[in-house]
């Protein structure tokens, strides 16, 4: 009988080994299991991305169309593809202004994506973007763009077909080039080529 309780009696030593595997183990397991939730939320991946402070867009919806850069929308569209086939790119929102063909009225449609890919960049306060229409460009292309709310009366007058300049934000890129939220159109505007 004494000679089982002498055996199931652990050397001091033993023991604090046994108690630095476990604790090793689970504490391991334990970041592991922490490290793939939080990979999981998008504050972390912004944070990971953009540091603790981030960069907030400054006034996303602020500069006047005129104001903006202008692009050949052809040449905007051959240049911004993404790195990854398949995959979608969320860029810092950078103004710009096109001309295009409104080739669709805009249209009321789900717009989930655009507000992650927004908030991710901490855009703040989040525009109110339910519309989507469909532009051509000088060389035929036609692109679907997102419209901002505020936007929607004005770009429905406008008559379709013919080539107006459009002023947005391109904020992120996916297979079919650039996703451009439209904020505006320049009236009277020289046509951009």
């Not at 009225?105 to 655009?114: D, L, M, R, S």
Request: proline letters at 8%; a positive charge.
């Amino acid at each position: 009988m004494a000679r089982k309780a002498k055996s199931a009696q652990m050397s001091p030593v033993k023991r604090g080994i046994l108690l630095l595997l476990l604790v090793g183990s689970f504490g391991f397991a334990g970041y592991q299991f922490y490290t793939a939730y939080r990979l999981q939320d998008p504050a972390f991946q912004r944070e990971r991305t953009l540091g603790r402070t981030g960069a907030l867009a400054p006034g996303m919806w602020g500069p006047a169309a005129a104001e903006r850069v202008a692009v050949n929308l052809d040449s905007f569209v051959e240049t911004t593809k993404p790195r990854t086939v398949g995959t979608r790119e969320i860029v810092q929102p950078s103004g710009l202004r096109f001309t295009a063909a409104i080739k669709r009225a805009p249209e009321k449609i789900e717009t989930k994506y655009i507000y992650q890919a927004l908030a991710m960049m901490r855009v703040a306060p989040l525009p109110q973007i339910n519309h989507r229409m469909f532009v051509q460009s000088a060389g035929g292309k036609i692109l679907p763009v997102y419209v901002h709310d505020a936007a929607v009366p004005a770009l429905t007058g406008q008559p379709l077909e013919a080539p107006v300049e459009l002023a947005g934000f391109h904020v992120y890129t996916y297979s079919k080039g650039p996703a451009i939220v439209v904020d505006g159109w320049v009236p009277g505007a020289t046509a951009v080529r």
